[in-house]
């Protein structure tokens, strides 16, 4: 497999669409990238072996339970964001529906799968704009409710990678993988080292109760903990 600078990237797709198309096609492909790379994360940490979930909260429940949300959130905004027309008043958006535009031009009509994805994804994007993108006020105050499920937020994301690749397939004849294969040392490697260091701290906290209970106080106090993590500092303008 030849792998591409982003600048090789470019020119291909310039070459082929044309200088702004080229940059839009690059652009919004690699969005749609970067979507499925976020949640493979957070399906891996937030919705497999409950055991994961567990390392996180060990390590910081709060911590964990922000992130999750952050996820899930930010998958939810990118889905709306994509999910927009091509141009709302004199404003152009960089949206799904420029594909069905530029497909066009190459004599290609993608209507109908495009709005085969736009259902897919209307779960997800009336949840993101009732509760994310804009505080509508029913729902925030809870006189309305409305939901999106995990499987709703894949398949939203599935139909968008759907109809990329048949963009892709269609107009330049190529099979463009969407999916990225996340490499074992990013986010496996990140919760063996949090599995790790809960187990550290578990013997840590062992051997310094069995110093004090000795009676050898000073060997049960922590003088491995550097100054960085123990700083406390109030964010400005807060109270």
């Known amino acids: 497999m030849t792998t591409l600078t982003e600048d090789e990237d470019a020119a291909q797709y310039a070459d082929k669409f044309g200088t702004k198309d080229g ?6 492909t690699n969005k749609v990238i970067n979507l499925t790379m976020r949640w493979q994360m957070f399906l891996y940490f937030f919705a497999g ?10 390590a910081s429940g709060l911590t964990s339970r922000v992130l999750q949300g952050l996820f899930w959130d930010d998958a939810l905004l990118r889905i709306r964001q994509m999910t ?4 709302t008043g004199r404003d152009e958006n960089l949206s799904l529906q420029q594909f ?4 066009k031009r190459f004599s290609f009509d993608l209507e109908t799968a495009y709005q085969q994805a736009m259902s897919t994804c209307k779960p997800a994007k009336v949840y993101a704009n009732k509760y994310l993108a804009h505080l509508d006020l029913p729902h925030s105050l809870g ?3 409305i939901s999106v499920a995990r499987g709703a937020t894949t398949d939203a994301i599935s139909g968008i990678c759907k109809f990329v690749q048949e963009f892709h397939t ?3 004849g190529t099979t463009h993988l969407l999916v990225p294969i996340l490499h074992s040392g990013n986010h496996q490697q990140f919760l063996l080292r949090l599995y790790q260091g809960n187990q550290a701290a578990k013997n840590l906290e062992a051997a310094s109760l069995a110093a004090a209970k000795a009676g050898n106080w000073s060997a049960s106090n922590r003088t491995d903990i550097p100054d960085w993590i123990l700083e406390r500092r109030e964010p400005m303008g807060l109270f």
């Not at 940059?23 to 919004?28: A, D, F, M």
């Not at 994961?52 to 909260?57: E, H, K, S």
């Not at 927009?84 to 141009?87: E, S």
């Not at 069905?100 to 497909?103: G, K, Q, T, Y």
């Open 23 to 28: 940059q839009i096609v690059q652009k919004l």
């Open 49 to 58: 072996a409950r055991e994961r979930v567990d390392v996180l909260n060990e």
């Open 84 to 87: 927009d027309l091509a141009k």
């Open 100 to 103: 069905v535009i530029i497909a």
């Open 143 to 145: 006189d309305l409710k």
């Open 170 to 172: 269609k107009v330049r």
